[in-house]
Every structure is written in structure tokens, then in C-alpha cells.
């Protein structure tokens, strides 16, 4: 084992390999208070990469509702017994920008946990049966009571449910990589993509087993794995539509709801990915406590009991769910990009427009400003600009009814 | 390695004892996650296999049954088998010896595998399930096994390749059935129907969906054990250490099983000599090593989880009685 930082756990930990970040890091930012689980992300996935024979049970994008769908069946319960070792708490008292942002998790990851005890292989984890793949919308809907009799308000729900958006995490720290005895799985230095090498897999499903998320799936018909490919094709810029820049991918350019921004993270600021994830913190990792250092980012749903969201996001939670309440003039400029262009946005800018609106929400004050957000492609050509109100079209009378 | 954990949870402060941990480490490990090997290990065992030469015609039907006349008089040697224990991730250790015996009839060499395993594990298409298999390894070219030529018994090393022939249950199964290659409805017979009571349904049509082409990584990447029609139930390949196992490019190696109250029977053969530069040659007269490994799929055995022989054991190969 080596020593490797993972600032979301703002400490070191152990993993077979060292540290080795890529020049920039595949990421995406889903915002679940906007989703409404249609699906059709999961459908885009579908028809592009799992359509085929001996793939029916695969979903590489699925939405699951919480707190009881999962897919595979209760994936995240498990493996969280996994590495329980009673004390997996967070100390928030000393952070740093850096290294520790949401303070220091002092409990066990997939890794310590499997080390601890002694499980002679690098993580803890274990085959989901044929038959918890089944079903991937078990529990759609069903919302948890805790005081049946109480109506619920905001800020916090006591009857509540919330969609949560899945697919492969393109770990920093992959799992599936470290389980795999063969070295078939690889994290592509250019992009940090993570892919099953198709020729050099056997099958043994030692990544199914380890991966903390479920995202690697075993395919009965051809006897190896396969798993979310961050299609690549489309990040590479192979699509025509985007005309060489880099594009982002299938079941993020789908999004009905227009949750989910997807890009890279990196060293510059003024990218909308790497500012709200690293420096505004409203996006959080999922289950930062296996330790892989996943590169899908939520932002959290506000109306869910915290300490749920703190199990599953972290302590960055409350923060996050404030500044999500009441946006600054910055945030909710970046907030309009999502979903305003598919090829990939690696700059923004803000040009100040007049202010709009102001009021006071949980007794604080918004002022809401009409400015203009730009974004920029990979080369700096201009991708986008919208602003912050969207503009209003009015329908000529005479084409009320048409389509 | 385990106290490392708590303490390196504040990590930069603790440089120090990082350092000194690492030191630890390299004591134990030759790489992470792979122990050093003992002595022992490297000594070849002093039971010599007697590969026995035996006139006889191949049969029509290359099976248990036809081929296991000529081990009659063969003798053979007890492996003893054991957990794998030094690379991750570990596992194995439900069976604990196999016998096996060798005959050869001046062109071909056969190679006849025993061991008992009540379960018969003959299919790998569910994700839970894991089939049985049994491999034999020689180590590449002409080599002295002794204990100063540290040639690694478990999947051989840097610069001491080895060549593995590797029989699986579940090609057999593929071998015999349609298309070769037992599909997913061999495990899942009702998959599409379950909800469905209408034969003339328009949610499944069966000859639309079985035409469209299969869309595969592993069949695209020509992964051997992706393809329909490999005509063979054991695989050919090659080594370099932990991890580095290969599918040779070239098949030469094929077999046969037979399962009977829980003892498998398994027949390897190949040809003597082959044209292949990777492949292990055999000749008459001369000598050579084995090892190997048995996988017992209802413990979920697969890869490095596999009960293994530490030791290599040394074959010697009858001269061609000329008559
Ligand atoms: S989410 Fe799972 S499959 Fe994806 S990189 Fe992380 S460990 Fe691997
Ligand atoms: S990134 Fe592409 S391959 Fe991965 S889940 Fe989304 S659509 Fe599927």
C-alpha cells in the first residue's frame, strides 16, 4: 500500500497504488432538487451503450429514489455496514481550503476496512446477486414518514423522498482498479476516465466486488465486465455535432430537467465544474467516506433530514443546502449554465447587468441581478450567453394552437 | 500494516513514521500486495511425474471415456494443494490434493487430472456464479529448476515465463451447445417472457431480437473468452508473474471432463511439439516441470483465489518404443 492524499476525506489513506492525478479530471454536477426522475438520462445510456444482448440488467445512468430504491438493490446500506466500524465519524473543527475542506473523516474507507480485517485484497465489497439487479426502480416514490401526522414544510420535510442521479464515478481512487488482479481496469491520464481494457478482462468480478458504487456490471452473454465508458467518444470531441470540442456525454446532454453540468475539474477558477465543486463547495461528493475520491458532485436536496444527507454527502452538507437557499450573484450565474450548450463549458464569465428582484428568504436577504453568464469552449471560443431571467416569448395569437 | 491506519489518518505531520512504515512494507512485500516467497518454494519436488509412452490410435470421439484406457498403466503423483497465499487477492483451500497422471503416444501428450469436488459448477453466466477449472503450468523453454534459479512456481516471473493450459467447465458447456456458446437463456430460460402470457407478443419477438449483430467490447477486442465458436475447452496461455497472465494468440491445447460422484476427471492434451515460440515442447526422452492450480467454482474461486501446488514437479518423458 502507498499513501495518497484524498482531500475529500481531507487526510491520507492507503491505496495500492500512488498518487497520480490526470491533467484534468471527467466531473459532473447534478443538482437533485431539480430532478424529476424521468428517466431520461437513464434511456439516452440505454440506447447507446446497453441495448444489446446480456446487457438487460445493466443501467451504467439509472435514477434510484431515496431513501429505498437502490440499484442493485440497497447497494449503498451495504457497503456502508462494510466499513462500519462504529466510530465513522468527521472532525470539522480545523479545515483548510486545500487539503481538508470538509474537515477530517476519521473512520475507515474500503480500503483501511479491508486492511483491518485482514481480508488479504485491497477493499471490502460484494457481488450484488442476479436478482438485487432486478427491478432498478424498486422503491420509486415511496417517501419515509417520520412523524406521520405532521404536514410538512421547509426547511426540512418530515415526509420526504428524493431522486438520486448514479452512474460511474470515474474515481480518483477507483475501486473497481485496485480490486482488479489482472490490471485490466485503467484511469486514462488525459481525462481521468476509468475503462475495462474489453481484451484483458476474465471475468472474475473482482471490481463488481469492489467498487463501492455498483457501477461495474458482469455480462453472462460475452463473460467479462463492462462498465460506464464517461462516453468517451463524445469527451474526445469524435461527435460531429460539436465540431471537434469536447462534448458532454450521453445521459448528461439528455437531461429533461436540466440538472446536471458536466465538464472537468481543474486548476482554473473560472471553471464552472471546479468553481462550485472546490471553491463555492454547494456540490458534494457521494459516500466520500469508501474513499475513492468519486468525481460526480450533488447538490443537495434541501428539504431532506441532514442527517441523512450528512451520511451520504458528508458534513459539507449544511453549508451547501444554505448557500443553494439563498444564492449569491455568482452562484446563481453559474447555476444558469446548466444544460445551456453540450459541448463542454471550461470558462465562464459574468458581465453585471441591472438588479431585478429582491426579498428575503429564511430571513435572509436575495438580491437577484439580471446579468449575462458567458461560456467558452476548450479553444476560448464563446460556446454560450444567456442571463439570468430567461427572456419571455409571446406567442402569436395567431399560431395559438399550433405545435 | 494494520497500525498504519490510525495513524496516518493527519498524514503531512507524520512524515516521519510514513517513511518508516514503508521500510516495514518492503521487508514483507516484493510488491504491494505480494508476499516473498519462501525457499522451499523454490525447489522442485522429488516425486518425478513419469510420463509413460503408450502406443495407441487417437479415438473418434476425444472423450474421458475413449482416452482413459491408456492411463492404465501409467503411475501417478499426488499434488498437494493449498490456499493461494502470497499475492492479492488471497483465497482458495477447499481442495486439497489432485492426482494426475501422464501418457503420451509419440506425437501427442495427455495429461489425466483428478480431485474431488462435490459440487459440480459447470456455468458462469449469472454474476454470483463461478465455474470450476483446472490449469497446468511449465515453465517456457529449457530450464534447470533449482533452488538458485529462483524460478517462481506461481505464475513464473520476469523474464522466466511459463505457459499455462487452462481447462474450464463452462467451455465445455459452451462447446456442446448452440452456436457455441451457451447463451443467456441457457441460465434464464424465461427472461423475456416472465411477464408475458401472449406468445404472438409484440414486446418480444425473438427471431427480431436474436438478429440484431451483439454489440461487444470483449468480442470487438477479440477476449477469447468473449467469442462463440472457440472449438476448445482449455485455453493456451502465458505468464510473466502476478497479474500478467496473456491468452496466446495461437490455440493448441484442448481436453476433456467427466464428473462422477463428486470427482472430476479432466484430460488435457496437445501435441507434442508446436510450431508456437510461446509454447512449452515436449520430447521424448527429455524432461520438464509442472505445476498447478485447481478452481472450485461453489467457493467463488476465480483468479488468484484458487487452491495452488507451491512446488514445481519435475516430468520425465518415456522414449518412443520403436517396434
Ligand atoms: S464508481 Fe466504481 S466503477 Fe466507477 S471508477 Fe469508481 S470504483 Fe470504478
Ligand atoms: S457517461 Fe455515457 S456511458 Fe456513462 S452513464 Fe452517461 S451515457 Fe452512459
Redesign the interface.
Known sequence: MTLVHNWHLGRRMEYPYFESRPKRQFAAIFNINRCIACQTCTMACKSAWTYNKGQEHMWWNNVETKPYGGYPQSWDVKTLKLIDNGENTWYTNEKDEKLSPYGVYEGDTIFEAAAKKNLNQWAVGYIPEDKEWRSPNFGEDVAKSNKPDEYSSLPEHSRWFFYIQRLCNHCTYPGCLAACPRKAIYKRKEDGIVLIDQKRCRGYRKCVEQCPYKKPMFRGLTRVSEKCIACYPRIEGKDPLTKGRPMETRCMAACVGQIRLQGFLDDNPKNPVTWLIRHDKLALPLYPQFGTEPNIYYIPPRWAPRAYLRQMFGPGVDEAIEKFMVPSRERLAVMSLFRMAQAIIFEYKIEEGPKVFETVIHGKKFEMFNDTVIGYGEDGQEILRTTIEEPIHIRDPKYLNSI | ??N??SL?????SLLGI?FLSATI?AAEETA??VKGMSEEEFTPTKEVLAVKYVQADKPYHMDVESLKDRFKDAKGVKVALQKQ?K?????GGSVSSAEVKAVHDGTTIYFQISWSDPTKNVR?????EFRDAVALMFPLGAVEVTPAEHFSPRMGDREKPVNLWHWKA?WEADLVAKGE?E??EA?YPN?HDDFNTNPYSAYYHREL??S?A??????????L??QPGRGRTVEDLNAEG??T?TTQDHQDVNGCSHYEDGTWTVIIYRSLITEDPHDVQFVPGGNSYFNMAVWNGEE?D???QKNISTQWHPITLERVAWQ
Not at chain 2, 87 to 91: L, S, V
Not at chain 2, 124 to 128: D, E, P, R, S
Open positions: 500494516m494494520k498504519g491506519i496516518f489518518k493527519y498524514g503531512a510514513v512494507y504491494p500486495g497465499d499475492a492479492f487477492p488471497n483465497g458462469a453466466i449469472a454474476v454470483q463452462d456458446l447463451d443467456v441460465q427472461m431480437i436474436t440484431v451483439v454489440l461487444s467490447g470483449g468480442r470487438a477486442a477479440n477476449n473468452l468473449s502476478f497479474g497472465l467463488k476465480r483468479n488468484g
